[in-house]
T-cell receptor
Framework: AQSVTQLDSQVPVFEEAPVELRCNYS??????LFWYVQYPNQGLQLLLK??????LVKGINGFEAEFNKSQTSFHLRKPSVHISDTAEYFC?????????????FGKGTKLSVKP | NAGVMQNPRHLVRRRGQEARLRCSPM?????VYWYRQLPEEGLKFMVY????????ESGMPKERFSAEFPKEGPSILRIQQVVRGDSAAYFC?????????????FGSGTQLSVL
């Protein structure tokens, strides 16, 4: 069975500082990997995804993530955060043969950017 | 181009009542997914539907929960005889085709509160 672990439930950081949100997954098969962002009172928006190819994936709003198969990780990074990045971030996994749209989500990491 | 529309935004029910949650997918999307988000938890997959068909209901509780996506009209998630443990945010997502998680668009959710 697949699972996703987001190691930090909350990450406070100052504006313009770099940030890394950690995500590890477990799966016995090849997977697709995703990061979603949820702003208060809104639905989830796709930040970026890894399907195949280059292990460094660039997404919207200056975020990027690196797929590391040997460490089964897909950490999200941004070199300089803004106040507007304050939100909850979810890592998700889907396997190639699984039910389409059946994403397994982590519990989320709340990013709090302080001035 | 309206996104995924969910209503109501908030729904309050007393124990034993029925809750009906509606989801209108994005225009042109024929695949709908329902997820549930419990407090301090990530989203959990419930059911995947195409028009008039349930494709995968592996995440649906065996009793009291049902979902439909008729030929005309929105998708409905129905919870009969609600209990306090059903209190959660229910998110709907849609996609134009059944590619695993690639193009899922989420609605803003329905917050169900059971008194």
């Amino acid at each position: 069975a697949q699972s996703v672990t987001q190691l930090d439930s909350q990450v406070p950081v100052f504006e313009e500082a770099p940030v890394e949100l950690r995500c590890n997954y477990s799966s016995s098969v090849s997977v697709y990997l995703f990061w979603y962002v949820q702003y208060p009172n809104q639905g989830l928006q796709l930040l970026l995804k890894y399907l195949s190819g280059s292990t460094l994936v660039k997404g919207i709003n200056g975020f990027e993530a690196e797929f590391n198969k040997s460490q089964t990780s897909f950490h999200l990074r941004k070199p300089s955060v803004h106040i507007s990045d304050t939100a909850e971030y979810f890592c998700a996994v889907s396997d190639y043969g699984g039910s389409q749209g059946n994403l397994i989500f982590g519990k989320g990491t709340k990013l709090s950017v302080k001035p | 181009n309206a996104g995924v529309m969910q209503n109501p935004r908030h729904l309050v029910r007393r124990r034993g009542q029925e809750a009906r949650l509606r989801c209108s997918p994005m225009k042109g999307h024929s695949h709908v997914y329902w997820y549930r988000q419990l407090p301090e938890e990530g989203l959990k997959f419930m059911v995947y539907l195409q028009k008039e068909n349930i494709i995968d209901e592996s995440g649906m509780p065996k009793e009291r929960f049902s979902a439909e996506f008729p030929k005309e009209g929105p998708s409905i998630l129905r919870i009969q005889q609600v209990v306090r443990g059903d209190s959660a945010a229910y998110f709907c997502a849609s996609s134009p085709a059944g590619v695993p998680g690639e193009k899922l668009f989420f609605g803003s959710g329905t917050q169900l509160s059971v008194l």
